[in-house]
């Protein structure tokens, strides 16, 4: 089928699935583009630089009297804005602003407190839903309470203070939201963001610094005025025109003549790729979702579905100075592919002197490391559960089971109830008629048996969390179940699948009857942003692995940069919403104003003004943002607004740059925009 790019404007940059009333199975789709946008706000190819998410910084480190080491960190949800397209500019949601989100570096060993705030707006400004968020660290081995379970909401106004023990192997994690029923259209708006786990080994091993290069891969559909587009073809899935790594769409990247580590990410909410180098040539894979493989693998292309996370190696030494490679998509069955859906980025050779310091800069890996995910045999397994994934009506289900089951159970229900270190093998029947499906489950990390009763595929040699089920695909997995007691969430990885319902969950060593002090939504409450909470003790110390190594954590500075997205989403219309949050009214009205706005360069800025409503809320804040004509939208500070409702922020000396146009984003809601006195 093919549809011209006319054909697909007139459809309205909805999709030409969706439009077409698609909501089946679908072997190959291929149009010109999904986008509503002009010629000249729809982006070219490689006419952008990689951008690298920054470092986040923590506020503070302590060291506790077992010498371990607790880093504290705090991250906004915020509304803000992305300069993705020629022209225009697109309102995202974003941590710290930012999309994707600022990458967490951190060692073995070395606990983290996250303070996620959210201060974002009481409903989607496209799309109506309620804004509440539940954060999970993907591929974390979490207590239930830390872990983003999906009903474990935080509202706005609200801090939820999440733990992470980091005993784990090194390997590349990510955050991302997880809120019941609008997963997908919050990832696609931006939040998401990587996090790093590193080891003795893995340093010892692989490149570092620059040359150890997140890749957070997504897609985009655009209407006219820059915003996202959303239509997810009956809860098949959305798969977007425009491709961006790192929120930019189709970058480039300067090289030297070296090797070169990318961590590569899925974080489109639906589709899948099948990566390849233009040149023919194989990456080295060294890393799958849980860390390092045994060997190294000389892969010529892989297929890559939603969450899966990928350590490649390229040697861009082989290449002559001036040469451009392309990362390119060959796609998979049932995914939507346009004009320019087969490019990802390109890495252009440069003459600059090469750097050979660290491991891996001239020589390839070859032995890597094991784990005990990968000395798992069959043998050890007390017990074999077979699951078929399917459609019933428009409803997903993973072995019978959707997620409004689990809620009216009051949270009992299970798929499975293995006991704390036992041994399974969990086999997946792929019979949904045509869809693939990439599964995710929580907390463990599997080794991939068989695929069709053949071996995995030579890039899934190594510990896995999110697993590609195709179409007519049966996989065998054999995993571990610990280190925690507790109930934890197995759903489908294309989001729109998740949010209608393909969720279910497990629980480890626990009776679902009984009392949990581990609960994941009541054991640890949310509390209003500011106010101070004690640390929880550890709650399962005794269960938790013991570090095996320590260095120095990277932490630099968070520069000032464009939020640009790393994901998309949008629906016309407003879809379910979630559990009420009792400070957040939800008939609330905000009136927000800006009263005082000067900025004397050099010397000292200052923003005052109101943020009244309705409602009953008791915290709440105002996000400033320099706005200045010409310039993209910066974040540049916060500010708590009282109780009577007013607002202050003042610094000296202020930004280096003068600021001469200013925005306000309540967490209530409204905005408010001003020119700013230079005087």
């Not at 190959?28 to 952008?48: F, H």
């Not at 997908?184 to 040359?211: C, I, M, T, W």
């Not at 929880?536 to 095996?548: F, L, N, V």
Request: hydrophobic share 35%; glycine share 8%.
């Amino acid at each position: 089928m093919s549809v011209s790019r006319r054909q697909a404007l007139q459809i309205g940059g909805v999709g030409v699935i969706g439009a077409l009333g698609l909501a089946v199975p679908l072997s190959s789709v291929d149009a010109k583009s999904a986008s509503q946008l002009d010629a000249r706000n729809m982006p070219k190819l490689y006419q952008r630089t990689l951008p690298i998410p920054p470092v986040l910084a923590p506020k503070s480190t302590t060291v506790g009297a077992d010498g371990k080491k607790t880093h504290l960190y705090q991250i906004e949800q915020t509304a803000c804005m992305g300069n993705i397209l020629p022209g225009l500019s697109t309102p995202l949601l974003g941590y710290n602003g930012l999309v994707p989100g600022p990458t967490i570096k951190v060692n073995q060993g070395e606990r983290i407190t996250l303070e996620m705030d959210n201060i974002l707006p009481l409903f989607h400004p496209q799309w109506g839903y309620r804004l509440d968020t539940s954060t999970h660290l993907h591929g974390s081995a979490s207590l239930p309470q830390y872990d983003g379970y999906a009903n474990d909401l935080t509202g706005r106004g609200l801090c939820k203070d999440y733990e992470y023990p980091n005993f784990q192997p090194a390997r590349t994690l990510w955050y991302h939201d997880h809120a019941v029923h609008n997963t997908a259209q919050s990832v696609y708006s931006g939040l998401a963001g990587q996090y790093h786990l590193h080891d003795e080994a893995e340093r010892n091993l692989l490149p570092q610094g620059k040359f150890d290069v997140p890749l957070t891969i997504s897609d985009a559909m655009f209407a006219r005025n820059g915003s996202l587009g959303y239509n997810d073809n009956s809860h098949s899935g959305l798969w977007g025109d425009i491709i961006l790594v790192n929120g930019a769409p189709w970058p480039v990247m300067k090289v030297q003549r070296r090797i070169y580590r990318f961590r590569i990410l899925n974080a489109s909410i639906s589709r899948s790729y099948r990566f390849q180098l233009s040149t023919g040539d194989p990456v080295t894979m060294v890393g799958t979702d849980g860390g390092l493989m045994p060997a190294a693998q000389q892969v010529s292309s892989w297929r890559h579905s939603g969450a899966e996370r990928y350590e490649i190696l390229i040697d861009f030494s082989k290449y002559p100075v001036g040469k451009r490679v392309e990362l390119r998509n060959l796609s998979n069955k049932n995914n939507v592919d346009y004009d320019y859906t087969g490019r990802i980025m390109a890495f252009d050779v440069t003459a600059d002197p090469v750097d050979t310091s660290g491991p891996a800069a001239k020589v390839m890996p070859t032995l890597l490391t094991g784990s005990p995910t990968m000395d798992l045999t069959p043998s050890q397994s007390v017990k074999t559960r077979r699951m078929r994934l399917k459609r019933d009506g428009d409803i997903w289900t993973i072995g019978g089971m959707t997620w409004d089951e689990v809620v009216k159970s009051g949270y009992k229900k299970v798929l499975a109830d293995p006991d704390l270190n036992d041994v399974e093998i969990w086999e997946f029947e792929n019979s949904s008629g045509g869809w693939f499906h990439p599964l995710h489950i929580h907390l463990v990390d599997f080794k991939v048996l068989s695929r069709n009763g053949r071996p995995p595929f030579p890039y899934e040699q190594g510990p896995k969390d999110t697993v590609y089920v195709g179409e007519g695909e049966t996989v065998r997995l054999l995993m571990q179940f610990g280190p925690h007691r507790g109930r934890y969430m197995i759903h489908c990885h294309n989001l729109p699948h998740e949010d209608h319902d393909m969720m279910g969950q497990f629980s480890v060593g626990y009776n679902p009857n009984d009392p949990d002090p581990n609960d994941p939504i009541e054991a640890v409450k949310p509390h209003p942003i500011g106010e101070v909470v004690p640390v929880p003790g550890e709650a399962a110390a005794d269960e938790e692995e013991t570090p095996t190594s320590e260095a120095t954590v990277t932490a630099e500075a968070t520069p000032t940069q464009t939020a640009q997205p790393t994901q998309p989403s949008g629906s016309s219309a407003a879809t379910e919403t979630a559990a009420p949050v009792t400070t957040q009214p939800a008939d609330q009205k905000d009136v927000v104003t800006i009263t005082t706005a000067r900025h004397r360069l050099n010397k000292d800025i200052a923003f005052a003004g109101t943020s009244r409503y309705s409602g009953t809320a008791t915290s709440a804040n105002v996000v400033l943002y320099d706005i200045t004509p010409g310039r993209t939208a910066t974040r540049i500070g916060t500010a708590s607004i009282n109780s009577l409702g007013n607002w202050t922020w003042t610094t000296k000396p202020g930004p280096s740059r003068q600021v001469t146009m200013v925005r306000a984003d309540s967490s209530r809601g409204g905005t408010a925009t001003a020119s700013v006195r230079t005087d």
